[in-house]
């Protein structure tokens, strides 16, 4: 996580070096042209800023996520880029460029809130009360269409793609820590 960090702080400084000319690959929405910048714009960023509000949420989130194996993990941050992109491609306001690893911030913290329900595992569980109790009403936050100076759509399907990925990449519990699978009811 340190080096994916890492890459996001060099491009906005080759960003900022070259007169913002990264910024191009945001996500304009409804232009066929704009799919090809899908995966791009999740690691462009306007301003120092804005990378650095990225940053301690993703070193954080993206750390836990990758305690359940690197390729899960690589599995679960492509679908969050991808289905975020393309939400922000559909639904984001005309004449308006989105870019920014938020929309997997947000896609990781609702992967770790639920996985560990999904996965039926005790720690995990835990670890997702603790991620929601600490950055749960900043996530709500940055959710609400009232707010206008982030991509709220970005953020929306970002947490929606994270909690899609804890389903579709879910691992069935065995051994300790597990929680048993409910027995059912017999007359």
Sequence with gaps: MLGWVA???????????TGHSLDTFGIEPRRLGELLDVVPASFIHFGFGHVASNSVPLLVFGFLAALGGLRRFAAVAALIIVVDGLGIWLVAPDHSNTAGA???VFGLFGYLLVRGFVDRRLLDIGAGLVIGATWGSSILLGISPANTSVSWQGHLFGLAAGVAAAFVFRRPARGRGAVPPARPLVP
């Design 7 to 17: 890459l996001l702080w060099i491009l906005e400084a080759v960003d900022a070096a």
């Design 102 to 104: 938020s929309g997997l």
